[in-house]
């Protein structure tokens, strides 16, 4: 069936250091969506992408689709530990919206 | 304050017990969604609903009821038939049933069977 695949499913990093997230999908997506949680909360939505190649920045988050609308991935710059959560990818396949199993992200002070 | 509200936020029951699941909006969305968490796992569509007095199952509806009576009203039944009903019950909303559309969520129900 379709799936989503979100890598890696921990993160620890130092606080100060960088982190990417990588989602892929078995099937062409129309569109993809980041989502944040953090721990104790509810996925709160972060942003959209859906063009071919698109790349949006939000401040130290850089979102990427890649160019066959397969995969995509989330890149903190310097983190900080507001950052702490798990980030959920949501890719669109006909029609259908399907989440990732998220990473899970520990700043290590 | 627009939102989406869950009550209550923890929840405890026998087994064999159902259990309803509130989710109200006051967002004015059409569309609305009850998804399961479970530890290390990503959302789980349970069903949704694109207008009032309409829904739809979603990939683990076994064991799960909803009603759409009203539009800011989308409440969930996790009936005796579940077989693992614990986990964390979220409920989200979104403007149009649109995979465009970003979805709002609730605080969640945290659904504990003993």
């Known amino acids: 069936g379709q799936q989503v695949m979100q890598i890696p499913q921990y993160q620890h990093v130092q606080e100060g250091e960088d982190f990417t997230t990588y989602c892929n999908s078995s099937t062409t997506l129309s569109n993809i969506q980041w989502y944040k949680q953090r721990p104790g909360g509810h996925p709160v939505f972060l942003i959209q992408?859906?063009?071919?190649?698109e790349v949006k920045k939000q401040k130290r988050l850089t979102f990427q689709f890649g160019e066959a609308k397969k995969n995509s991935s989330l890149h903190i710059t310097a983190t900080q530990t507001t950052d702490v959560g798990t980030y959920f990818c949501?890719?669109?396949?006909?029609?259908?919206?399907?989440f990732g199993k998220g990473t899970r992200l520990h700043i290590l002070p | 304050d627009g939102g989406i509200t869950q009550s209550p936020k923890y929840l405890f029951r026998k087994e064999g017990q159902n259990v309803t699941l509130s989710c109200e909006q006051n967002l004015n969305h059409d569309a609305m969604y009850w998804y399961r968490q479970d530890p290390g796992q990503g959302l789980r569509l349970i069903y949704y609903s694109q207008i009032v007095n309409d829904f739809q199952k979603g990939d683990i509806a076994e064991g799960y009821s909803v009603s759409r009576e009203k539009k800011e009203s989308f409440p969930l039944t996790v009936t005796s038939a579940q077989k693992n009903p614990t986990a964390f019950y979220l409920c989200?909303?979104?403007?149009?049933?649109?995979?465009?559309?970003?979805?709002?969520f609730g605080p969640g129900t945290r659904l504990t069977v003993l």
């Open positions: 992408l859906v063009k071919s190649g």
């Open positions: 949501a890719g669109v396949t006909l029609g259908k919206i399907i």
């Open positions: 989200a909303s979104s403007i149009q049933a649109n995979p465009y559309n970003e979805q709002f």
